[in-house]
């Protein structure tokens, strides 16, 4: 992904100083949600307003990802009877909010974390566990 | 004795590859990667689970196959008998629509099973060095001084009913709700049901909707070939005319065999059809029944085996995860979204991790082939060769093989530890989270019961209790075991 390779880049070449992991949030069940508590690490670099706001969106995005509707129920009905053939050659509903997911989180690290020497990285490659920020040592570092 | 295994992880190393290199359980046979260290290398090549990957990471499948391939071989040994000996003659006495009808149920059957097999069940990935250091810190440390360690866990509300997570000691992290280790295929799997030797893998979060399509599709093929087997034998049964009738009609198939024989020949086959059916059906029909009750109220079969929602481990407790409405529970279940893999199986390693995995892949090939006692061995070798490159913390040796709890212990996590030391803090680990199961195999417990699995409908809620127990709850099972296992010897 080209976002990575960007993004690899910068972490070559600045020092990592920490890295911060925002956990699940289970309170709803299963459903992949973060927790919104704002982590003292990140006190002096970020507005808090402003890390929360980004962890909403995540979350809200994830919901709509996750979300019984009834186009998911059209899609589900649909693989069944072709015995989720389709799944081989359609991308499901899951994998495009996922795409709208990475294009968020670059957004957001090219306008309001990297200039702050923070790196989000995206969930999903961390299995959808925790968010991952990395802070950099190198404070004036910008792209 | 905790400090010591908090020395293992340091947050300040330089980043690790997500996956540990430890790669000797899972290459698909054929695949020399001594002859090409240079070539980027995917993630499924260094995956740390048990698993088999085929067509370069595309497909995925438990490392023992199981029974698979019986499975494989029954359907089709059955569909072919019912299409080359009962088709022809029903469609002569009854209708066209059999064999297409037999035809559509069959294709239907093996893209299901094909699909449960080798799709990702919802593995998830282990947790990076710097997120299990960063767990550990979070733990609450009571006093370092304290022989037995705390049992890890975690507490959240769900609904309004406490949940407790448990830390996946393998895994190296706490296990989301309704997520259980797999002790076969060494994966934390999301939604856990169980893990299924007739298909091969674990049936988990992904795979479920398959495996539930299988398993109905394939009680409607039974049911059908059944019915038609049936009504084949009663039409040829039907007075001498029938007969003598059957046998002028067949004379074209074995031309040079007498008529008896040929008769014999059919009679013989169509027996054969009878017998698999007749087995199939009540257990395949128990089980899809058992399933669908599943689905119905959002339960995994981990869960209703364990009795987790029943009130049998506590007063008023019900599914934190049911939708109260059976449609909505259903539509949850199958018609969900269809979640990402979340292994990246076909991801590149970052050229700098290839070059440091393929290092510890020459030293170890010649040990590929040697039991699981010894796999234990090599793991230690291959951590304290990646140790040296990364302090990194020992991983999945002794959770991963509860049949060889005595001898993965000497080896087990903490490296730098004393063993006989090592051997009393797991002891002490032990009896907090020690469960009832009993420190049988589970392998062999389930496996045998899994011959049995045919002979009655009544068996399989029976079967799925003895091979799934041992798979849950993975963090501390195995714990359980040796704990069990030190007190004889101590």
């Not at chain 1, 020497?117 to 969930?123: I, K, Q």
């Not at chain 2, 080359?84 to 029903?90: E, K, R, T, V």
């Not at chain 2, 299924?196 to 909707?209: A, E, Q, S």
């Not at chain 2, 001498?240 to 065999?257: D, N, T, W």
């Amino acid at each position: 992904m080209a976002e990575t390779h960007s993004l690899q880049d910068m972490r070559q070449q600045a020092a990592v100083a920490a890295k911060v992991f925002i956990q699940r949030d289970y309170t709803n069940g299963t459903m992949c949600q973060f927790q919104t508590k704002f982590p003292s690490e990140l006190e002096t670099k970020i507005d808090k307003q402003q890390f929360e706001e980004t962890i909403r969106t995540l979350n809200n995005l994830y919901a709509e990802a996750e979300k019984l509707g009834s186009q998911s129920f059209i899609e589900g009905c649909l693989a069944c009877l072709t015995a989720y053939a389709v799944f081989l050659c359609m991308e499901t509903h899951y994998e495009k909010v996922l795409k709208r997911i990475a294009k968020y989180i670059q957004e957001q690290n090219d306008k309001i974390y990297a200039p702050r020497g923070l790196l989000l990285t995206d969930p999903i490659e961390r299995g959808l566990r925790v968010i991952e920020i990395t802070i950099y040592e190198d404070r004036s570092f910008t792209r | 004795m905790k400090s010591r295994e908090y020395q293992q992880i340091d947050p300040q190393a330089p980043p690790t590859p997500t996956q540990t290199p430890l790669p000797h359980h899972h290459q698909a046979d054929g695949v020399d990667r001594r002859k090409e260290p240079r070539t980027p290398r995917r993630k499924w090549e260094v995956f740390p689970g048990r698993n088999r990957f085929f067509c370069d990471g595309r497909i995925m499948m438990a490392r023992q196959s199981g029974v698979f391939p019986l499975t494989l071989g029954l359907i089709f040994l059955t569909s072919g008998l019912f299409f080359i000996f009962d088709c022809p003659f029903l469609v002569k006495h009854l209708t066209r629509c059999i064999p297409a009808i037999g035809g559509v149920l069959f294709v239907f059957v093996l893209i299901t099973l094909l699909q449960t097999s080798f799709t990702d069940p919802g593995i998830l990935p282990r947790a990076t060095p710097e997120e299990a250091a960063d767990i550990e810190r979070q733990i609450d440390d009571t006093g370092n001084t304290s022989y037995r360690p705390p049992p890890r866990t975690k507490e959240v509300l769900i609904n309004q009913q406490v949940i407790k997570l448990k830390y996946c000691f393998t895994c190296k992290m706490f296990r989301p709700p309704r997520t259980s280790h797999c002790s076969l295929c060494d994966n934390c799997v999301e939604r856990f049901d169980h893990h299924c030797p007739w298909v091969g893998n674990c049936v988990g979060k992904r795979n479920y909707r398959f495996f539930y399509t299988f398993i109905v599709s394939l009680s409607f093929l039974t049911a059908f070939i059944f019915g038609c087997v049936t009504t084949h034998l009663a039409l040829r049964a039907q007075g001498g005319k029938g007969l003598v009738f059957a046998l002028q009609e067949s004379p074209g198939r074995y031309p040079y065999m007498p008529n008896v024989f040929k008769l014999s020949l059919t009679h013989l086959f169509t027996a054969v059809e009878l017998a698999i059916c007749f087995f199939s059906v009540w257990s395949i029909l128990g089980l899809s029944g058992f399933h669908t009750y599943l689905v119905a109220s959002n339960l995994t079969t981990n869960e209703d085996i364990k009795g987790s929602w029943s009130g049998k481990t506590g007063e008023g407790v019900t599914n934190p995860y049911s939708h109260r409405n059976i449609f909505i529970n259903c539509c949850s279940v199958l018609c969900a979204p269809m979640p990402p893999s979340l292994i990246d199986r076909r991801g590149f390693l970052p050229a700098d991790e290839s070059a440091q995995t393929s290092g510890v892949d020459i030293e170890l090939p010649n040990l590929n082939n040697k039991s699981e006692i010894n796999v234990c061995t090599q793991e230690t070798k291959g951590l304290l060769e990646s140790a040296a490159l990364s302090p990194l913390l020992a991983t999945s040796c002794p959770q991963g093989k509860p049949q060889t709890a005595l001898s993965c212990p000497d080896n087990s996590p903490a490296l730098k530890s004393d063993p006989s030391l090592e051997l009393s803090q797991r002891r002490g680990q032990a009896h907090p989270n020690s469960k009832t199961y009993g420190s049988t195999s589970p392998l062999r417990t389930y496996t045998g019961l899994h011959k049995h699995k045919r002979a009655s409908s009544h068996t399989a809620r029976l079967t799925f209790d003895s091979h799934v127990s041992p798979d849950g709850d993975h963090g501390s099972k195995p714990k359980g075991h040796q704990g069990t296992k030190f007190a004889t010897l101590h």
